[in-house]
């Protein structure tokens, strides 16, 4: 296992666009976690599942983004109708759950809105 | 709301010398405290937490120390190398082992 990889690692859309993220966590994390991350600054907590079920979400995380981690592995983010402000570095990181605190992230996606 | 956040955005420091990072926090109902390495184009990557109840802990390199009275974390990183450059973030774990992530530190190795 390589560690966490995403998809796209970059992005450009129109505003108003709909966009959609991939994670693959390491594979025997059962956490697995969505950091927003702008220039300058640390990352933002959005949301984490543990398996499959997504346990807390951001109030950053307004109704134009969803997130899913079907079958307790993948997990995808998705960004509807885009706007400018959305532009960030957006990052996964998986761990192996309660009781551990070394998150592995990966390298992000970064997203530019036009 | 609660914070974590960091004294200085850039650190200068010649190779060879001993580097300390600092951040203030404000939770004090944290569990862990952990410092965090990010370099140009890539993911952060965890170099060394603290439980709450612990004063300092040692690694390969760094070391962490945990002020509550005062709520100040620190990272000593000893002998700092040109690979240490990067950005340096104190995070603070809430429910969920989340990280709440300070503004982050600019460590700038000069040869």
């Known amino acids: 296992d390589t560690g966490v990889s995403q998809d796209p690692r970059h992005k450009i859309t129109k505003r108003g666009q709909n966009v959609t993220f991939r994670c693959d966590p390491i594979s025997e994390h059962n956490r697995l976690y969505w950091y927003r991350q702008t220039l300058g600054q640390g990352p933002e907590f959005l949301t984490y599942f543990q398996n499959e079920a997504q346990l807390e979400k951001s109030r950053l995380l307004s109704d134009r983004f969803s997130a899913e981690r079907p079958k307790g592995s993948f997990s995808t983010l998705e960004i509807q109708r885009t706007e400018q402000g959305d532009s960030a570095m957006y990052l996964c990181?998986?761990?192996?759950?309660?009781?551990?605190?070394?998150?592995?992230f990966g390298q992000g996606t970064r997203l530019t809105v036009v | 709301g609660e914070s974590v956040g960091l004294h200085l955005p850039t650190l200068s420091v010649q190779e060879g010398d001993n580097s300390i990072i600092n951040c203030a926090y404000s939770?004090?109902?944290?569990?862990?405290f952990i410092w965090y390495k990010q370099e140009s184009g890539k993911g952060p990557q965890f170099i060394i937490d603290?439980?709450?109840?612990?004063d300092k802990r040692q690694g390969q390199r760094v070391t962490v120390l945990l002020n509550k009275t005062v709520k100040h974390l620190s990272l000593q990183i000893a002998a700092t190398q040109p690979g240490d450059s990067a950005v340096y973030f104190c995070?603070?774990?809430?429910?969920?082992?989340?990280?709440?992530f300070g503004t982050g530190t600019q460590l700038k190795v000069e040869l």
């Open positions: 603290i439980r709450s109840n612990m």
């Open positions: 990181a998986s761990s192996l759950g309660q009781g551990s605190t070394e998150a592995f």
């Open positions: 995070a603070e774990t809430g429910g969920g082992n989340k990280l709440t």
């Open positions: 939770n004090s109902a944290s569990d862990y």
